[in-house]
């Protein structure tokens, strides 16, 4: 079974600030809960192209793991999308947009992806796990481009 998570964040800063945030790889690690140990393996810095490989080291559950995605998609500043090529899922197709409206950018995420043993692991493991990291992209987002309470 095929999964979607579909998530947007507005942000009051033009495409051209916020488009080289997401096309810079080594931004990724500021983004993605400290609990994953989330760590580039490819060094830095990785041209963004379309084609363009990279190498992670990551905890998941405390599971060490590699994960490798290809940049299968890449239209700056509008788009890019990431594909796993090897990790723990069967598919992960992440879509990122960027959209110029109102005064700023909106940003779309739109994740399809699989699981192994899915009807077991989705409900009390996986989702929850994504909904996380997504609720901590979010806030680490919004300190990012200055948007977090005081």
């Known amino acids: 079974m095929v999964r979607t998570l579909a998530t947007e964040q507005f942000f009051p ?3 051209g600030e916020v488009f080289p945030f997401f096309a810079d790889a080594g931004n990724l690690e500021r983004i993605t ?4 140990r989330f760590r580039i393996v490819t ?3 990785i041209e963004m192209r379309q084609g363009a490989l990279i190498d992670y080291r990551l905890r998941l559950r ?3 793991m ?3 995605t290809r940049i299968s998609v890449w239209e700056p500043p509008h788009r890019f999308v990431d594909e796993q090529v090897r990790g723990p ?3 992960w197709r992440h879509t990122h947009t960027f959209e110029e409206r109102d005064g700023g950018t909106l940003c779309r995420d739109v994740v399809e992806y699989r699981v192994p043993l899915d009807a077991l692991v989705h409900g009390p493991l996986v989702g929850p796990d994504l909904a996380r990291i997504f609720a901590f992209r979010r806030q680490a987002l919004d300190e990012v481009f200055g948007l977090a309470p005081v």
């Open 89 to 91: 899922y069967r598919l």
């Open 43 to 45: 060094p830095l810095p």
């Open 62 to 64: 405390g599971v060490p």
């Open 33 to 36: 809960p400290p609990i994953l």
């Open 66 to 68: 590699r994960w490798r």
């Open 13 to 15: 800063r033009s495409i």
